[in-house]
């Protein structure tokens, strides 16, 4: 009987290649033979995603931040940030951060809606 592990090992690997282009919606190049190497693959799409959440969370500090002053002290509407953070073993990004705070509706268009 031949032994199929590495059959079932590789259709796992380009389920899980497959899974992650979607959710961060890459349609980019697949790693493969003559395309490129797994791991430089695997490293750049985690440093994508937790570029994707660190912006999130820059973004949600802004809002709380601007929540919790906006009554005692000015906040503006509008951050902006340059870093440069490792976010994947060995891969340094340069991150432009921005949030910017939509305007409050006036409160006579509050009681309409």
Partial sequence: MKDDGGKGASQS?????????DFLADEGERPGPGRGKLRPFLHDKIGDL????????????????????????????????????ELSPG????????????????ASLK???
Avoid at 13 to 21: D, F, P, S, V, Y
Avoid at 95 to 103: A, E, H, N, R
């Fill in 13 to 21: 690997l380009n389920k899980t290649i497959t899974e992650i282009m």
């Fill in 91 to 106: 891969q340094e990004r340069a991150l432009t951060l921005k949030s910017t705070i939509k305007k409050a509706k006036p």
């Fill in 50 to 85: 937790a570029e994707r959440w660190f912006k999130r969370g820059f973004n949600r500090g802004h809002i709380e931040s601007h929540r919790a002053f906006k009554t005692a002290a000015k906040v503006p509407r509008r951050l902006e940030y340059e870093c440069s953070r």
């Fill in 111 to 113: 009681k309409r809606a």
